[in-house]
């Protein structure tokens, strides 16, 4: 028996929801963590696969800048086939929709810190 948009199914389908939203809560928790490190001025703890990139800054931004991309391009597949009534679990087209919206503004809150930084360099005096 089916729930209402392909939700349900029994046991295999709520432990999948459940995981879903475990990792959005962790994401979540990690996300405020840099948050409150960056208003204390602290640095926060590395955690994660990404915490000691091998080629530096610059192949640690180019592996997130992808992952971003990767994020947003399931979310727009997901979408589409949403939208031609491929994936009937909307739950999961929210959730990846949710992610790439996430992780873009993380980017994009990167991306300010980064051009700050660059200004004040910029205005120091020589």
Do not use: C, W
């Not at 349900?8 to 990792?23: E, Y």
């Not at 963590?33 to 994660?48: I, L, N």
């Amino acid at each position: 028996m089916s729930g209402i948009g392909g939700i349900g199914g029994g046991a295999g389908g709520i432990q999948q929801i459940l995981a879903m939203r475990q990792q959005i809560l962790d994401r979540s928790n990690l996300l405020q963590d840099v948050h409150r490190a960056s208003q204390s001025g602290a640095v926060a703890p590395a955690t994660g696969p990404t915490a000691t990139p091998a080629g530096g800054f610059g192949a640690a931004l180019d592996t997130a800048l992808h992952s971003v991309s990767a994020s947003q391009g399931n979310a727009e597949a997901l979408s589409a086939g949403y939208e031609r009534g491929e994936v009937t679990d909307v739950a999961k087209v929210m959730l990846a929709r949710q992610e790439a919206g996430v992780a873009f503004e993380a980017t994009l809150q990167v991306r300010n810190r980064l051009l700050s930084a660059y200004q004040d360099i910029m205005r120091m005096g020589v």
